[in-house]
């Protein structure tokens, strides 16, 4: 796909329901703008993976389906910004995920002077996410992605993520896309939106 540059500092946050397509967005977007990507659940899961202290205690939210407490995603965010000084941007996906979160981005990016320039978030109805996700499952292996885990995760995303999205309403930066449809238009319509703010 093409390549475009963009000439000043540009944060974005890919938000949405789990199963929404973030991460199969992120992929994407990362590649034509050039930023750098930081996704919570892949740093979660490759903590996990290593079975690190953080990872074992990370392991039994995820498991369930619950998020993983602040101050643990927080603390990893706030080392993977520092490890990242000359990147043009970020995309955070699946990040912030509750109102501290959120609180807790700001203030680490305004400490950069860098802010979140664009928010968006991915609709999708509840059947279509349990649907992927079961789908996803088949060849996942992510313990995660199990009907009654998936419940939870929704849940979850409806009682404390949702109103994330609200607090950045309140800045002006949201930018809802309709989330159903194939890869390549949700990709269209999230890049169009990107190149009304940095072109
Ligand atoms: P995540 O890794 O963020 O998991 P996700 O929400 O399932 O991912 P995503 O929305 O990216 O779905 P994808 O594109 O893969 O989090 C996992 C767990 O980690 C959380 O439950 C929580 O415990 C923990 N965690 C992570 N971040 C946290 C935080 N900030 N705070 C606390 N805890 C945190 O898409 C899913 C499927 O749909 C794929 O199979 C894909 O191929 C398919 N798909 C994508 N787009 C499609 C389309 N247009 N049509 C059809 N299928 C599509």
Same mark, same amino acid.
């Given at each position: 796909c093409s390549y475009t540059i963009i000439y000043f500092m540009f944060n974005l946050i890919l938000f949405g329901p789990p199963g929404s397509g973030k991460g199969t967005q992120s992929a994407n977007l990362l590649q034509k703008y050039n930023l750098q990507h930081i996704s919570t659940g892949d740093l979660l899961? #490759?903590?996990? @993976?290593? %079975?690190?202290?953080? &990872?074992? !205690? @990370? %392991? %039994?939210f995820m498991d369930q389906g619950m998020l993983v407490p602040d101050e643990v995603v927080i603390g990893m965010i706030s080392t993977k910004? #520092?490890?990242?000084?000359h990147v043009r941007g970020f995309i955070f996906d699946g990040f912030p995920r509750t109102k501290q979160q959120a609180i807790a981005l700001d203030k680490l990016l305004e400490f950069k002077n860098t802010p979140i320039s664009l928010v968006l978030a991915l609709e999708v109805p509840d059947e279509e996410l349990t649907k992927r996700i079961l789908h996803r499952a088949e060849t996942s292996g992510r313990a995660d992605d199990t009907e009654e885990v998936v419940k939870k995760r929704v849940e979850e995303y409806r009682a404390k993520t949702?109103?994330?999205?609200?607090?950045?309403?309140a800045? &002006? %930066?949201?930018?809802?896309?309709n989330g159903l449809g194939?890869? !390549?238009e949700i990709f269209a319509a999230l890049s169009a939106e990107i190149d009304k703010v940095i072109l």
């Open positions: 899961r #490759d903590e996990v @993976a290593r %079975k690190t202290p953080l &990872g074992v !205690e @990370a %392991k %039994k910004i #520092d490890e990242n000084p949702e109103i994330v999205a609200s607090h950045y309403d800045q &002006g %930066k949201v930018e809802r896309i194939t890869v !390549e």
